[in-house]
């Protein structure tokens, strides 16, 4: 028997899961990801190395998560920037600007996303494609909505031309990161 109801995890559960997340973002501020480890996350989150593993395989697996959901947020923010009103050029200075900002928010987490991610290996490689092809995605459709009030229709970007401008705002991002 399968039951069509998900369980929603207890209160204490969820804490010490965000907890677990603070502290990853804690140590990785600290010591980036190559420094942490384990016992610098447990240590931060007040919890104990079984309480990491039931809700972890490894950092590796809790970093993931963390640059996840930070990523889901700040496309969040990016996408409300350019969905508020204003003129084209208007919305797009703000969606820029709130994802620079954000980026100087956690400078040291952003820092951690652009320099180590590699470091999650094979793993990490779905992920950043699943990434980049996300924000494509946001960028396309962000594109069309832009487009949809001009008087003269040009034809939809190809999803590729997003992948390109992701891609190419990576490399700004790098670079700058490279010649702090």
Same mark, same amino acid.
């Given at each position: ?82 969905? /508020?009103?204003? !003129?084209?050029? &208007? $919305?797009?200075?703000?969606?820029? *600007? #709130?994802?620079? %900002?954000? +980026? ?22 779905? /992920?950043?494609? !699943?990434?980049? &092809? $996300?924000?494509?995605?946001?960028? *396309? #459709?962000?594109? %069309?909505? +832009? ?34």
């Amino acid at each position: 028997w399968v039951s069509t109801q998900t369980e929603q995890p207890s209160e204490q559960y969820a804490d010490h899961h965000a907890r677990l997340l603070e502290g990853l973002a804690d140590s990785i501020r600290a010591r980036g990801l190559s420094g942490t480890t384990v016992a610098d996350v447990v240590h931060s989150a007040r919890v104990s190395r079984r309480t990491f593993y039931e809700h972890f395989d490894d950092v590796v697996d809790a970093y993931l998560e963390l640059m996840t959901w930070l990523g889901d947020d700040m496309l969040k923010d990016v996408q409300a920037a350019i969905e /508020s009103s204003g !003129t084209t050029e &208007e $919305r797009i200075d703000r969606a820029v *600007g #709130r994802y620079l %900002e954000r +980026l100087d928010e956690e400078p040291e987490l952003a820092r951690s996303y652009w320099l180590e991610y590699h470091l999650t290996g094979e793993r990490g490689m779905g /992920s950043a494609v !699943t990434n980049t &092809e $996300r924000t494509a995605e946001l960028f *396309g #459709r962000l594109a %069309e909505e +832009l487009r949809a009030g001009e008087e003269t229709r040009r034809p939809p970007l190809p999803f590729e031309a997003m992948v390109m401008l992701t891609g190419s705002i990576r490399e700004i991002v790098l670079h700058q990161f490279e010649h702090e």
